[in-house]
């Protein structure tokens, strides 16, 4: 079922509003083009209402916020949602800061997201308060294992109830729900979070997949990941001796371009609850 997911974003082609951070919008804009999807970036205020009507999807991280962009991503999230373009938020370090926590949460009041997703503290943070991110990365404590797996996705799911939305927890072990299911991801590996990006990346990349199966938004998310961690897996065996995270970026990058259903389809690795 993945595999239709990817060879609709091919096929489609959809273009994708970023309004995301300045430390990652390259990655972002490259991964896009790589699954056969088209980036453009705007964050003037002046403009994004016009730049988002001529798109399928907007994606908003606030990974580096100030007073201008928080009223552009407003501004924007307002029209996309008026055109029910597919929408996500990805509300980095939410926790972290005051400021982040109540953006995040301010959005999510405002617009009417198809997708939440972020690290576990992160979520943690606005659904329960609890401010456990260390920056931008999830606390070692709130890691999603196997012991608390049950737990986990009882709290994603209830979660995505109490927003309407779907809720996307990232990993070492991701969680993709609804008010009704779950998907529990094992794509991926460790070395990923050694790379600055990786979590922008999947946001864009998995803007562009539920922009491109606006029928099915569980399973275009779910497929997002599925294909993001895998990705992860084939360029990590390309890496040879000497080479280290910078490189790693790249061969990640080469194999989302590379990416086909049916590699996909063989590779993904998933529970569905």
Known sequence: MFKDCLENVRKKKPLIHNI????TVNDVANALLAIGASPIMADEGEE??????ICDGLNINI???NKHTIEAMKIAGKKASELHHALLLDPVGAGASS?????????????????VRGNVSELKALALGAASTQGVDASEADVVTQDNL???VHFTMNYAKKTNKIIAITGAIDLVADREHCFIIYNGRKEMSRITGTGCMLSGIMTAF?????DNKLEAAAAAICTMGLAGEIGYRYLTEGEGNASYRNHIIDALYHMDGKTLEEGARYEWR
């Open 48 to 53: 994004v209402e016009e730049i988002t009507s």
């Open 20 to 23: 995301t951070n300045y430390v």
């Open 210 to 214: 539920l922009a491109a199966n606006s």
């Open 63 to 65: 990974g580096t916020l």
């Open 99 to 115: 400021l982040r926590s109540a953006t995040a949460a301010s959005l999510m009041d405002e617009i009417a997201f198809d997708v």
């Open 150 to 152: 049950n737990e986990m």
